[in-house]
């Protein structure tokens, strides 16, 4: 019974269709930034578009919390990936594509609701750019701090790490964790790694220096686009929730290679 994490660019997608069609056990995973990507263009013909593959599935379809919610979700507790969902929202799902799906161009009413769904999810917007900017800003520093020469060539031309690369790797990624668990007012003291590597903001910081290992194969450089660094963070967020599942749905090369290594290291932690 696998469950997959859906990517936004393929809630549309023959292959998201596929999937769910071949099985009533094959299950797709949604995280709130999935539903940015089907509101954000406020119109009823483009959600009908968004929700044309998943509307036709609701039985099969797995909604995340929001993201505040899992950050906040204790490691320690059993069953971390079911208190991470919302039950029993197939019904409202088919509701909901019902409506969209009889639904003219103008229909006010409907058009009201677009425009409350969009408020909300525009709203994480501008906290996403600006983390992309601190992040974008921070990475050379990163570079500099962690890796010698030496290690940036091995990191460049794909060899296999030593084993004090992947010391730095891991130190780096704790220390991140560290930072945001005090900023969320988490507690992080006395939690074993195995407990720690449970928790989302570990496995984000952990996916964080996994993309600096990424942005310096291809050559540190510096990032002009912070759209595309906006969209690199929510990937993340996409390579952390199916680091949870059975897998990830996605036609991003750098997002399927992020979560590979990120499900790697985290093997390596569970069995270290």
Not at 142 to 157: D, G, L, P
Not at 185 to 191: C, I, K, R, T, Y
Request: aromatic share 10%.
């Amino acid at each position: 019974m696998p469950f997959l994490v859906i990517d936004s660019s393929m809630l549309q997608s023959q292959e998201l269709r596929s999937y769910l069609q071949g099985s009533p056990h094959n299950f797709a995973v949604l995280a709130d930034y999935a539903w940015i990507e089907i509101y954000k263009q406020q119109t009823v013909e483009a959600i009908k578009h968004g929700l044309s593959v998943v509307g036709d599935f609701p039985d099969q379809l797995v909604l995340l919390r929001a993201n505040g919610e899992i950050i906040q979700l204790d490691p320690i507790e059993p069953d971390l990936r079911d208190r991470m969902q919302f039950k029993g929202t197939a019904d409202s799902i088919r509701e909901m594509a019902a409506i969209f799906r009889s639904a003219t161009v103008d229909d006010a009413a409907v058009l009201k609701q677009v425009h409350g769904h969009w408020s909300f999810a525009n709203g994480l917007l501008p906290e996403l750019i600006e983390g992309a900017v601190e992040i974008a800003a921070s990475l050379p520093e990163m570079e500099e701090q962690m890796f010698t020469k030496a290690e940036i060539r091995i990191i460049r031309t794909s060899r296999q790490y030593p084993a004090a690369m992947m010391e730095t790797i891991y130190g780096a990624a704790m220390q991140i964790w560290e930072t945001l668990a005090h900023t969320y007012g988490l507690p992080w003291q006395d939690l074993g790694d195995n407990r720690i590597a449970r928790t989302y903001l570990f496995r984000y910081a952990l996916g964080l220096v996994i993309h600096l290992l990424w942005w310096i194969s291809s050559g540190s450089q510096p990032v002009r686009r912070m759209d595309r660094m906006s969209n690199d963070m929510i990937d993340l967020s996409f390579c952390v929730y199916a680091s949870y599942f059975d897998g990830f749905m996605t036609a991003d090369e750098k997002a399927r290679w992020i979560h590979a290594n990120l499900v790697a290291a985290l093997e390596a932690i569970a069995h270290g």
